[in-house]
T-cell receptor, first 113, second 116 residues
Framework: GDSVTQMEGPVTLSEEAFLTINCTYTATGYPSLFWYVQYPGEGLQLLLKATKADDKGSNKGFEATYRKETTSFHLEKGSVQVSDSAVYFCALTTNSGNTPLVFGKGTRLSVIA | DVKVTQSSRYLVKRTGEKVFLECVQDMDHENMFWYRQDPGLGLRLIYFSYDVKMKEKGDIPEGYSVSREKKERFSLILESASTNQTSMYLC???????????????FGPGTRLTVL
């Protein structure tokens, strides 16, 4: 079945450091890919998405590029802030029907001043 | 904006009580989902529903049931709450759409349930 693997956390960075959170996937079809963010005590919010190969999703300074050849969708940010401290989830769907998204286990990011 | 609301942010119940967690969405989504989230275990799907009165078991349905009498509302029921059901519960909804780019899930703020 479809699956998502993302790097284990926690990740601790100093403010203004460069962030990469790796995400790779296996899918039987041609998936749409997502990054969700969960701030402390909150639900998940969609951060960015990409629906076809070489698409780059971006939002709030975060970016991720859909790489079909390496089945990856790594999340990057050039300069993290304390307010970026959260749990980040990579997810996919291979259809727009009635099945749930497939989520990775999440990566906790802590940014220290 | 799509809004998914959950009836309580925090809930404290006693062992053996019947517990209802309510979720309402305002975007006419066909699909609704209930997850629980525990440290180190990620999101685990309990049940989902793709239409009114329809339900499908997820990965961990034991100890839970669901009800979907109206399209906008999806309820999670703990028939007899136990301490191992202390967790964060997240509701989500999604269209059944043929259009790529309209297939993400929208989440509610979560209910943190403590069973004493």
């Amino acid at each position: 079945g479809d699956s998502v693997t993302q790097m284990e956390g926690p990740v601790t960075l100093s403010e203004e450091a460069f962030l990469t959170i790796n995400c790779t996937y296996t899918a039987t079809g041609y998936p749409s890919l997502f990054w969700y963010v969960q701030y402390p005590g909150e639900g998940l919010q969609l951060l960015l998405k990409a629906t076809k190969a070489d698409d780059k999703g971006s939002n709030k300074g975060f970016e991720a590029t859909y790489r079909k050849e390496t089945t990856s969708f790594h999340l990057e940010k050039g300069s993290v802030q304390v307010s970026d401290s959260a749990v980040y989830f990579c997810a996919l769907t291979t259809n727009s029907g009635n099945t749930p998204l497939v989520f990775g286990k999440g990566t906790r990011l802590s940014v220290i001043a | 904006d799509v809004k998914v609301t959950q009836s309580s942010r925090y809930l404290v119940k006693r062992t053996g009580e019947k517990v209802f967690l309510e979720c309402v969405q305002d975007m006419d989504h066909e699909n609704m989902f209930w997850y629980r989230q525990d440290p180190g275990l990620g999101l685990r799907l309990i049940y989902f529903s793709y239409d009114v009165k329809m339900k499908e078991k997820g990965d961990i349905p034991e100890g839970y049931s669901v009800s979907r009498e109206k399209k906008e509302r999806f309820s999670l029921i703990l028939e007899s709450a136990s301490t191992n059901q202390t967790s964060m519960y997240l509701c989500a909804s999604r269209w059944t759409s043929g259009r790529v780019g309209y297939n993400e899930q929208f989440f509610g703020p979560g209910t943190r349930l403590t069973v004493l």
